[in-house]
């Protein structure tokens, strides 16, 4: 699986403590490798996100993206569940 990020995932990313941005890695990983595992608890997003998708990070940090194509796609955004559901 092929993923890009857009900036403002990125600047988020740059913001966060060491110890999470091991745990982004370590997901984003096990995301290219298989993205439907359990452990990403990987679903589709209702509303203002509607055609996204997120993925768990920890058991309240989140990361949004949009398939692009079957082989890629897009992080968009990264938060705790209420910054990005609230």
């Given at each position: 699986?092929?993923?890009?990020?857009?900036?403002?995932?990125?600047?988020?990313?740059?913001?966060?403590?060491?110890?999470?941005?091991n745990t982004?890695?370590k997901k984003?990983?096990?995301?290219?490798?298989?993205?439907?595992?359990?452990?990403?608890?990987?679903?589709?997003?209702?509303?203002?996100?509607?055609?996204?998708?997120?993925?768990?990070?920890?058991?309240?940090?989140?990361?949004?993206?949009?398939?692009?194509?079957?082989?890629?796609?897009?992080?968009?955004?990264?938060?705790?569940?209420?910054?990005?559901?609230?």
């Open positions: 699986m092929n993923y890009q990020f857009h900036n403002h995932f990125k600047k988020t990313y740059l913001k966060l403590p060491k110890k999470l941005k982004v890695d984003l990983l096990l995301f290219s490798e298989n993205p439907h595992s359990s452990t990403l608890n990987n679903h589709t997003l209702i509303g203002k996100y509607k055609n996204y998708r997120s993925i768990n990070i920890t058991g309240d940090y989140r990361a949004i993206y949009k398939e692009i194509s079957k082989y890629k796609v897009l992080f968009v955004k990264m938060g705790t569940h209420s910054e990005l559901y609230g």
